[in-house]
């Protein structure tokens, strides 16, 4: 195709939003790019994961030009998504921001409707119930059973249990999670000791299939108490692990370097000697 016939340059002035879904009609069109044209919803659906997770990131990282940027990236999924509707004839963009518009003013029914609310509380209150309605939900369970598996684990336990919260099923402070992940540690322990097996010792499935499901399953309790307590302290355990992540990406690197330096590398070392430039890095950090 030459260049001439192609509608869109870097040469425009400024784009806006009925120009991106031009851009997106073009590039699944039959003149349009040879990858682009044979996506469906389920060849691109990890992207939108992905690009949700970056733009996180850009927000986190307090820069404006990169938080610009990636929305740009998350838009574009959407764009993409309805685009290939569209050309399927199932439902374009104007039906997303028609749902979204509609869905916006039925849970807001303190302002477009005859509900009452005047502090935020109150809203969130509204909205749940509202929301409830919109979906014929008639139980809390039903809430429960609508959140998506595919979401990360840490995330969906926290909606699960502010879920159940909201039917009154939770626990008054943060002592009683705290508690249960005491709990939680020593059922581990006993099913080591009611199998016989070393405390603290790896399982391979294949060895010990039973004492394995049973650490297991007794492991997902600890993980899902461990986030019921962050959730009551009101920190977001997503955020408090990806900030533990990073801090040991930081530390081992530096633990590393100070090898380098010192002693000609990690690989030399023992796990003592590791861990006293680890203890060091820790209070280089400090500083």
Same mark, same amino acid.
């Given at each position: /195709?030459? $260049? ?6 870097l ?26 044209? %044979? ?16 733009? %996180?990131?850009?927000?986190?990282? #307090?820069?404006? +030009? ?7 990236? %998350? ?36 302002? =477009? ?7 935020p ?10 929301? /409830? ?6 139980? =809390? @369970? ?11 684990a840490? /995330? ?17 402070d @943060?002592? #009683? ?19 016989g ?10 060895? +010990?299939p ?23 302290? #009101? %920190?977001?355990? !997503? ?15 530096? /633990?590393?370097?100070? @090898?380098?330096?010192?002693?000609? #590398?990690?690989? $030399? ?13 820790? !209070?280089?950090?400090?500083?």
């Amino acid at each position: /195709m030459n $260049s001439k016939d192609i509608p869109f340059s870097l040469d425009a002035t400024k784009y806006n939003l009925s120009d991106l879904r031009r851009v997106m009609a073009f590039l699944i069109g039959e003149n349009g790019c040879p990858w682009d044209r %044979v996506q469906t919803h389920q060849t691109i659906r990890k992207n939108l994961i992905e690009e949700a997770y970056e733009a %996180v990131d850009a927000i986190d990282s #307090g820069d404006p +030009n990169r938080v610009k940027d990636e929305l740009g990236d %998350v838009l574009l999924q959407v764009f993409f998504h309805s685009a290939i509707a569209e050309k399927n004839a199932a439902f374009d963009i104007d039906s997303v921001a028609d749902n979204l518009c509609r869905k916006l003013i039925f849970r807001h029914s303190h302002l =477009f409707g005859d509900d009452y609310a005047d502090n935020p509380d109150d809203v969130l209150r509204l909205w749940d119930k509202n929301k /409830m309605k919109e979906k014929a939900q008639e139980s =809390f @369970a039903e809430t429960l059973a609508d959140v998506p598996e595919g979401l990360p684990a840490l /995330m969906r336990s926290e909606k699960l249990q502010k879920r159940a919260a909201k039917a009154g099923f939770d626990w008054p402070d @943060a002592k #009683g999670a705290l508690d249960k992940i005491s709990e939680e540690t020593e059922e581990i322990m006993r099913a080591f000791e009611e199998s016989g097996s070393p405390l603290h010792s790896k399982i391979e499935y294949n060895d +010990n299939p039973e004492l394995f499901n049973a650490v297991e399953d007794e492991m997902g309790d600890l993980l899902f108490a461990s986030v019921n307590y962050a959730r009551l302290l #009101g %920190v977001d355990p !997503e955020v408090a692990l990806n900030r533990a992540n990073n801090k040991f990406i930081k530390r081992f690197t530096e /633990m590393e370097n100070m @090898a380098m330096d010192q002693l000609g #590398g990690l690989r $030399s070392l023992s796990l003592e000697e590791m861990d006293q430039l680890w203890e060091a890095a820790k !209070e280089k950090e400090r500083q």
